[in-house]
């Protein structure tokens, strides 16, 4: 009897050997060239950091990119509302009202924004923001590292009451210029953001 494989196995062998060698060859060529990547035809712009963020602690999140790339245009034409509030000290007291107004927020976004708000819409971009007062003498927060700001503009884009995007920024001292600068940095940082 002869020792090692019949002839006929061999040739099996080899069979499914280059059987396997053009299926692999047929799958790389189908997945390169034929089906495209979705991330390729979308790609994502990579966020480069603007400099006003460097200045002062900024931070900001995307709920929704999808409604974030269209709200841009409503911006742009004044299809957008503001609604401003305080977040006053309550361990100290409070001056933050003295130093700049809601009314003059509004007029500092719109300035960032450079475009008025239109009048009587029903469909908008809701810009919620709120001046919040650092409190130096809140006792809960006596073992954190204190903050050396003065206090922060947390400014929220909503469509339909869903919110897109936000930004929160820091401002070091409470003077309107300082408050003026981080609601037009803010702004810069939505755009930054828009994927067109």
Do not use: W
Request: hydrophobic content about 35%; glycine content about 2%.
């Amino acid at each position: 009897m002869k020792r090692g494989a019949r002839d006929s196995q061999i040739i099996n062998n080899f069979f499914s050997l280059a059987s396997i060698i053009i299926i692999s060859v047929i799958l790389v060529l189908y997945s390169k060239y034929i089906v495209k990547d979705e991330s390729e035809e979308n790609p994502q712009k990579e966020i480069v950091k603007l400099e006003c963020e460097n200045e002062s602690y900024t931070y900001f999140k995307v709920f929704n990119q999808n409604l974030l790339n269209k709200s841009i245009k409503a911006l742009d034409k004044g299809y957008y509302k503001l609604e401003g509030s305080y977040l006053k000290a309550e361990f100290m007291p409070s001056t933050i009202e003295k130093v700049v107004s809601l009314e003059e927020m509004d007029k500092y976004f719109i300035e960032s924004i450079a475009s008025k708000p239109k009048k009587d819409i029903e469909k908008y971009l809701k810009i919620k923001y709120e001046l919040i007062e650092n409190d130096k003498k809140n006792p809960s927060k006596k073992n954190e590292v204190p903050k050396l700001n003065s206090g922060s503009v947390m400014t929220s884009f909503r469509i339909n009451s869903k919110e897109i995007f936000r930004v929160y920024t820091d401002f070091q001292f409470m003077f309107n210029n300082a408050i003026k600068q981080r609601v037009d940095c803010s702004i810069k940082v939505f755009k930054n953001n828009v994927q067109k």
